[in-house]
């Protein structure tokens, strides 16, 4: 399994299915890219994320629980956190009309995707349940809160989840030392083909927009 892009509109939140990661060439470092390292266990950090028609906008992530167990008889270690996201963006009555109008609204996918990836440290791919590495990652269900509604003073009123978390454990073997956490905003309304190869593992994430058109919209730390 890989990491999920959470789209939260109307008060629907809509979760795409894992990609898989798939062998390949070998892809850019990510030692060699200008990202931020100060993700720490309890630390709030914030990116921003592209909604339609109103720009970019901040929500806060924290990885919380973060826990690194001794390996068992099988050579494995297992590493275990809560990611918790807060929206922060509040629409003023002209932003909710906008958003309200758009034809994203109407389909129920006018919010911004900040999410959570893990990724190999030498080749920067997203990894998967399907990988060259011995990693296998699992997620609990996500947990959506404190939803709110606001309106623009005209009839017209938008709904979402402002809080979202999920439980993640990774199982990896003793020895692997490249298991990467990453916290992301999308820095672009629409996937590029970039994007969607680096879901899908067969790309880097420096050849993605969440990189090429953000460098600094992310926070990252090494697990191990």
């Not at 931020?36 to 990885?63: E, H, M, N, P, R």
């Not at 899908?200 to 050849?207: A, D, G, R, V």
Request: with cysteine; charged share 25%; net charge positive.
């Amino acid at each position: 399994m890989a990491v999920v892009a959470v789209i939260l509109a109307l008060g629907l939140v809509v979760v795409p299915a894992f990609a898989e990661e798939a062998y390949g060439a070998t892809g850019s470092s990510m030692k060699s890219l200008q990202v931020k390292w100060d993700l720490k266990k309890g630390k709030k950090v914030t990116v921003t994320a592209a909604w339609d028609s109103v720009g970019k906008q901040k929500t806060t992530a924290v990885v919380k629980k973060l826990k690194v167990g001794r390996p068992n008889k099988k050579g494995y270690r297992k590493a275990t956190f809560t990611v918790e996201f807060t929206q922060r963006f509040k629409p003023n009555g002209s932003q909710v009309h906008k958003m309200a109008n758009s034809a994203t609204c109407r389909d129920d996918n006018f919010a911004g995707l900040p999410t959570f990836v893990l990724v190999d440290y030498s080749t920067g791919r997203e990894l998967g349940a399907y990988n060259n590495k011995g990693v296998a990652i699992t997620i609990s269900p996500w947990k959506f809160s404190k939803v709110k509604k606001y309106k623009d003073g005209h009839g017209c009123w938008v709904s979402f989840a402002t809080k979202y978390s999920t439980k993640v454990t990774v199982a990896f073997p003793k020895k692997y030392k490249g298991l990467c956490l990453g916290v992301i905003g999308n820095n672009k309304r629409t996937e590029s083909k970039w994007d969607d190869a680096f879901w899908n593992s067969y790309e880097p994430f420096s050849k993605t927009t969440y990189y090429k058109s953000g460098k600094k919209n992310s926070h990252w730390m090494r697990i191990r």
